[in-house]
């Protein structure tokens, strides 16, 4: 002989109705949302970094659609981007998508570069290769 103890209307119990407004675990995980995982908004891997400077400051991490820099003081919007030691083929353009202060004239930023050509992504992507921070394991 079994007893139940839950009540017959507890969203936990089988056969019970889901709460107005909730959206069930399977269904949520088949809408393609992205809120809290931001490596699935990414286009391109980034790649942490740990020799590379630029105009803007230090390189944290970089890949061929962007990078974050630690900074000194607040970049423009829109500011060309020269990286310390590479000659690249063309102009790199970066935007400011996010800054963030993170100590007394500290902020780490996020540029996300515009109007990629195949052959500037290319270098991009050596760069970031050649500058990536390597762990001991």
């Excluded at 061929?64 to 423009?76: E, F, H, I, Q, S």
Aim: glycine share 10%; aromatic share 6%; hydrophobic share 35%.
């Amino acid at each position: 002989m079994s007893y139940n103890c839950m009540k017959p209307d507890s969203p936990t119990s089988p056969g019970a109705a889901e709460p107005q407004g909730a959206v069930p675990p399977a269904a949520a995980a088949s809408t393609g949302s992205s809120a809290g995982q931001p490596e699935a908004r990414r286009r391109f891997g980034r790649l942490p970094q740990e020799t590379l400077k630029c105009n803007l400051g230090t390189v944290l991490d970089f890949s061929a659609g962007g990078m974050r820099v630690l900074c000194r003081k607040l970049p423009p919007t829109r500011t060309e981007v020269q990286i310390g030691g590479y000659e690249l083929p063309g102009r790199l353009i970066g935007l400011l998508a996010w800054s963030k202060r993170v100590g007394l004239f500290k902020y780490e930023v996020g540029i996300q570069f515009d109007k990629l050509t195949p052959e500037m992504s290319s270098m991009l992507l050596h760069i970031a290769a050649a500058n990536r921070k390597r762990q001991v394991i």
